[in-house]
């Protein structure tokens, strides 16, 4: 069974940065594709950044060009850099990871707040 552990949220002043990891862990798997999603109160929980295993990446148009997704294979773990943060920014955040032949998991959400 894969496991996700998030870290990185926190509270942090408009213009700001932030760094969020997901770390996979379990026995057995290689991972496919790895995402960030994030919901806001009374908002559907939306996808905003993906990377592949061949690591092509794909995002949200509200946070392209201030977010970098990457991932490092050896550590099974998947990052979101955060910069130029905006209130409308705060959200749960919470990671995705597909592995090949295995369901997609959910880590369990960080907040990340942004104030004005």
């Known amino acids: 069974q894969v496991q996700l552990a998030e870290s990185g949220g926190g509270l942090v002043q408009a213009g700001g940065s932030l760094r969020l990891s997901c770390a996979a862990s379990g026995s057995g798997f290689s991972i496919n594709l790895m995402g960030w999603y994030r919901q806001a109160p009374g908002k559907q929980r939306e996808l905003i950044a993906a990377i592949t295993s061949g690591g092509t990446t794909t995002y949200a148009d509200s946070v392209k060009g201030r977010f970098t997704i990457s991932r490092d294979n050896a550590k099974n773990t998947v990052y979101l850099q955060m910069n130029s943060l905006k209130p409308d920014d705060t959200a749960v955040y919470y990671c995705?990871?597909?592995?090949?032949?295995?369901?997609?998991?959910w880590g369990q959400g960080t907040q990340v707040t942004v104030s004005s």
């Open positions: 995705n990871v597909k592995p090949f032949g295995r369901t997609a998991v």
